[in-house]
């Protein structure tokens, strides 16, 4: 689940940056309830995948220097335990007892 929260806050980050509406870096912090430093991180994160971030300090925002965009999709698809016996093996997913001991 840290992923998908990790995604969801980079798509958050991303549309703030492409309007250009973040704020300080303490300010986009607040914004996404998280520390001034991960969102110093999620940006480097960005800028890893070669986001073009500029900031401007006289307007006190983030922007894209050049033309970028990022698509976040996430896919969930819930299997039953025959289909997941089948796409496995089912050697991982076999049921079994569980035994509990007690002092």
Known sequence: M?????LERLQQIHQ???????????ELANRLAISERSAH?????????EAPICYCRKRKTYYYCE???LRVSIS???????????????????RKPTVCFTA
């Open 2 to 6: 840290k992923n998908l929260k990790t």
């Open 16 to 26: 703030y940056i492409a309007n250009e509406n973040t704020g300080s870096p303490k």
């Open 41 to 49: 991180l999620l940006i480097d994160r960005l800028k890893e995948m």
């Open 67 to 69: 033309d970028f965009e």
């Open 76 to 94: 969930v698809t819930v299997l039953n335990n025959n289909e997941v016996t089948r796409i496995f093996g089912g050697s991982y997913f076999f």
